[in-house]
T-cell receptor
Framework: DTGVSQDPRHKITKRGQNVTFRCDPI?????LYWYRQTLGQGPEFLTY????????KSRLLSDRFSAERPKGSFSTLEIQRTEQGDSAMYLC???????????FGDGTRLSIL | GQQLNQSPQSMFIQEGEDVSMNCTSS?????WLWYKQDPGEGPVLLIA?????ELTSNGRLTAQFGITRKDSFLNISASIPSDVGIYFC????????????FGQGTRLTINP
């Protein structure tokens, strides 16, 4: 039973560049979440998908951020025109159905130069 | 927004000691979860609590869902070196996305 997989694990980029992260949830998990974690803090909710539908977005998700889950399986999170403040760990989680615990991947650590 | 107050922020203990940490909120949650995070990795689920007053164990770990639904605690008995890490509580909002709201974490350091 493979867990949540995220790629890449680390991304270093220059300010102003676009970046895209991928998340593969646990097989058959129809609920997928993105969270952001900065140093010394707990993860903060960004957005949620049920199957392919993006049903909720946090105010943290500015218009430079976009997320997709085109076939209800893997998801991508894109950040356009990256800024210094985007440096963080981006975590993906999935759950089998409502009221079930969320299981996290190991995240993508983004560093903006 | 909603926030969880987790304490203590850090703990320095001797191997073999018991550990206790807690989380409080101004809001009611329907589910409380405890996660452990090691450096460079994602949070790993330790215990999930679904009912007010529930006491659940997972090996040397015991957690309780407060009766007011606004707090939870986690105990670790007879700590061992691999218990080192950051422990997070999370409250789950039952509506909509059922997103998790996390505490600030408790960093556990163990002296052998």
């Amino acid at each position: 039973d493979t867990g949540v997989s995220q790629d890449p694990r680390h991304k270093i980029t220059k300010r102003g560049q676009n970046v895209t992260f991928r998340c593969d949830p646990i097989s058959e998990h129809n609920r997928l979440y993105w969270y952001r974690q900065t140093l010394g803090q707990g993860p903060e909710f960004l957005t949620y998908f049920q199957n392919e539908a993006q049903l909720e977005k946090s105010r943290l998700l500015s218009d430079r951020f976009s997320a997709e889950r085109p076939k209800g399986s893997f998801s991508t999170l894109e950040i356009q025109r990256t800024e210094q403040g985007d440096s963080a760990m981006y975590l993906c989680a999935s759950s089998l159905m409502e009221y079930q615990p969320q299981h996290f991947g190991d995240g993508t650590r983004l560093s903006i130069l | 927004g909603q926030q969880l107050n987790q304490s203590p922020q850090s703990m320095f203990i001797q191997e073999g000691e018991d550990v206790s940490m807690n989380c409080t909120s101004s809001s009611i949650f329907n589910t409380w979860l405890w996660y452990k995070q090691d450096p460079g990795e994602g949070p790993v689920l330790l215990i999930a609590l679904y009912k007010a007053g529930e006491l659940t164990s997972n090996g040397r770990l015991t957690a309780q869902f407060g009766i007011t639904r606004k707090d939870s605690f986690l105990n670790i008995s007879a700590s061992i070196p691999s218990d080192v890490g950051i422990y997070f509580c999370a409250g789950q909002i039952i509506q909509g996305a059922q997103k998790l709201v996390f505490g600030q974490g408790t960093r556990l350091t163990i002296n052998p």
